[in-house]
């Protein structure tokens, strides 16, 4: 098949990628343990001579059984779409998540899904995928299901990077004590976030640097500090050093704030995609606003120097398109 097919829920699936492989998760990151995954699904697709697709949900479970929003997304629908594609795969099913669809038994899944949505060659998850009411899809479910229902079941064990495995947690950790490049480590690619440009209170503008200010969602977890940028505004790579955090001004949920540099276009209602290339500092108050201005100068000295130097960590992150 050609063309990268994305669906919102399985009420109209082409045929064109019915008897597919199926990785099943929610894959938040896309990273190098949820990759082993895809390449393995891949890799069985082709032999099989199907398409290999990814079935993911939103939002994050989580999210809808907590009393709010809370978790630190590492990667949304889009992005889950983009890293899919980039690996090869054929397709990406977006299933919407809440509490009705939480309900579901895990061998009604299985039949409406899989069987009479889908009409799964086989399907492949991480050892700790679980699915349906109460988690009661376990790994041996879904082997006995397999040999039930004739699809191919592949149980992939997570990778391990050191003495802990590759999660979605430890690269939220690390991205909260602000070590972008060991999270790139983990991920296999530079971990981006995006979002529309807003407007600010104009003070970067008043003192020499404009901002494109980006909103950041509740839950947002990257350490407050500085780092160097490399964003993508319309197919164009532009680089620039961007701040997170005002501990001198109003810093209860601050946007995402990228200074540009050499460029001075206006951009409100654009969505800027900006990917972390590196580690500045983290914030600090300064005594006033020359000290604040000769920091912001060094900060993007440093920045350059780092967007200079930093290559792909892997052949999906040159894909990403955040490297010329």
Not at 37 to 61: C, D, M, N, Q, S
Not at 125 to 143: E, I, N, S
Request: aromatic share 10%; hydrophobic share 45%.
């Amino acid at each position: 098949m050609s063309g990268f097919i994305r669906l919102a829920g399985l009420d109209q699936v082409p045929p064109s990628l019915k008897g597919a492989m199926v990785a099943i998760g929610n894959f938040d990151g896309c990273h190098r343990g949820h990759q082993h995954v895809f390449r393995a699904l891949k890799a069985r697709a082709e032999a099989l001579g199907v398409p290999a697709i990814v079935l993911t949900f939103e939002p994050h479970p989580r999210d809808v059984f907590a009393p709010a929003p809370f978790m630190f997304r590492l990667t949304y629908a889009d992005q889950k779409a983009r890293i899919a594609e980039a690996l090869g795969l054929d397709g990406i099913v977006v299933m919407p998540f809440d509490l009705p669809f939480s309900h579901i038994e895990a061998e009604a899944f299985v039949t409406r899904f899989l069987i009479e949505a889908l009409a799964v060659t086989g399907v492949a998850v991480g050892a700790d995928f679980h699915f349906g009411y109460k988690r009661q899809g376990t790994p041996d479910f879904l082997r006995d299901a397999g040999k039930r229902h004739g699809f191919e079941v592949d149980i992939l064990d997570m990778l391990d990077e050191g003495d802990d495995h590759i999660s979605s947690s430890r690269i939220r950790a690390l991205l909260g004590e602000g070590n972008a490049v060991a999270a790139s480590q983990l991920l296999g690619y530079h971990w981006y976030l995006s979002g529309p440009v807003v407007k600010g209170d104009q003070r970067g503008r008043e003192l020499g640097f404009p901002t494109a200010n980006v909103p950041t969602p509740t839950g947002f977890g990257l350490q407050q500090g500085v780092y160097a940028v490399r964003a993508r505004l319309n197919g164009r790579l532009l680089d620039g050093v961007a701040s997170y955090g005002k501990p001198m001004f109003n810093n209860e949920r601050p946007p995402f704030e990228t200074w540009i540099f050499d460029f001075d276009e206006m951009i409100y209602g654009e969505t800027l995609e900006m990917a972390l290339l590196g580690h500045v500092r983290g914030q600090e108050k300064f005594r006033g606003l020359d000290e604040l201005i000769a920091a912001v100068n060094n900060d993007a000295s440093i920045a350059r120097r780092q967007l200079q130097s930093t290559q792909p960590v892997s052949e999906l992150d040159a894909k990403l398109g955040f490297f010329r």
